[in-house]
């Protein structure tokens, strides 16, 4: 069974701040959900209230990192059961963990070996890394595992997870891309599923033990298995709402296109579709960036939207979205609250993701 997630107390929006010639710095702004949502007293709001844009100012970081080789890229992730610590890495491996509980920050031991843009997903107090496509003759998913219970005080390590049996099967001569993780969800407690190209869904489970060895004396803790020759109905990651059974994620068609989907059906049954997610036409000047992200509550969401306004500097997009039943009582049907558009990006910043 699908445990219910908290509900968020705070969205984070990571903008990467460029400073020339050779250093790049990450700033972490902490939004409350609440502030893109009408109050529940006054009901539904007016269609056209509800569709305007409006601009707020970008709230003032909690926290600024940077990466150990200037200005390449790094990686945020956000996990622990409250969803109040952020992962960072860099392009050569180093891992810091902003506790933003405690307002302080802490190294983390290096990964095994770097990753460029991969797949990160929080399962519990754990991290996993997926390379994005995986590497067959490496490491390709790593995990960052909370081993709290073993040691009684709070240590987090690095741990290896077998490579996914697509990657072991990989030609050579495919395409760079060929086995790109296109789309991933989770199911149950310790289910991460994967879908990849033409391979169809894979699930690993997080909580089995197997033994991996490389060095001869490594252990490691999940096991793949195949799911179906299907793909799952979205792009990118696609999270569940107990409280309507479903998992949403934008449209594999389009992801101005949000829809929910039943995965107890196999293979899965889009239910229900909800288009206008898009940006103004003046934003379009380059490909948009989408995130979703569930508030773990009441069926509300927060869908992000990053692209370039009139003048080509990046802006950011935040509106809040709720879920609820319809009239009928059967179908599901999708509220749009407030709209807000961030200001305070220069010309060289760039929103990179919503945690």
Not at 213 to 222: A, L, N, P, T, Y
Request: with cysteine; charged share 25%; hydrophobic share 35%.
């Amino acid at each position: 069974m699908t445990t219910m997630n908290p509900a968020r107390a705070f969205l984070y929006l990571v903008v990467e701040r460029c400073r020339y010639p050779v250093q790049s710095l990450y700033t972490v702004h902490r939004i409350p959900p609440w502030s893109l949502f009408f109050s529940s007293k006054g009901g539904q709001r007016p269609r056209s209230e509800a569709a305007e844009i409006k601009e707020a100012p970008l709230p003032s970081p909690i926290v600024t990192l940077y990466p150990s080789a200037g200005d390449l890229p790094m990686n945020f992730v956000l996990f622990g059961r409250g969803k109040d610590k952020i992962m960072a890495t860099d392009y050569l491996g180093r891992a810091f963990l902003y506790d933003d509980a405690l307002g302080a920050v802490s190294a983390l031991p290096s990964m095994k070996e770097p990753e460029y843009d991969p797949v990160s997903v929080a399962v519990g107090d754990d991290v996993y890394f997926l390379s994005n496509p995986p590497d067959a003759h490496g490491r390709s998913v790593q995990a960052l595992a909370d081993l709290t219970y073993w040691s009684r005080r709070s240590e987090l390590h690095w741990r290896l997870v077998p490579p996914p049996p697509y990657a072991k099967a990989k030609d050579k001569t495919a395409d760079v891309y060929d086995g790109a993780v296109e789309a991933y969800t989770l199911v149950g407690e310790s289910q991460l599923w994967v879908s990849a190209g033409s391979y169809g869904t894979y699930s690993l489970d997080t909580q089995k033990k197997i033994c991996y060895s490389m060095k001869g004396h490594e252990v490691s803790r999940g096991e793949w298995s195949k799911v179906g020759d299907w793909r799952l109905p979205f792009q990118g990651r696609a999270s569940y709402a107990r409280e309507h059974k479903r998992w949403f994620g934008f449209s594999e068609r389009d992801q101005s296109i949000l829809c929910a989907a039943d995965l107890q059906q196999q293979p899965p049954v889009v239910s229900h579709e909800w288009e206008g997610f898009t940006v103004p036409k003046a934003h379009r000047q380059a490909p948009v960036r989408s995130f979703l992200v569930h508030l773990g509550t009441g069926g509300r969401f927060c869908i992000a939207k990053f692209s370039y306004d009139e003048s080509g500097r990046d802006t950011a997009m935040l509106t809040g979205v709720e879920v609820a039943p319809c009239v009928d009582g059967e179908a599901l049907c999708l509220i749009k609250h407030k709209t807000y558009r961030y200001e305070g990006l220069g010309e060289e910043d760039n929103p990179i993701c919503l945690l």
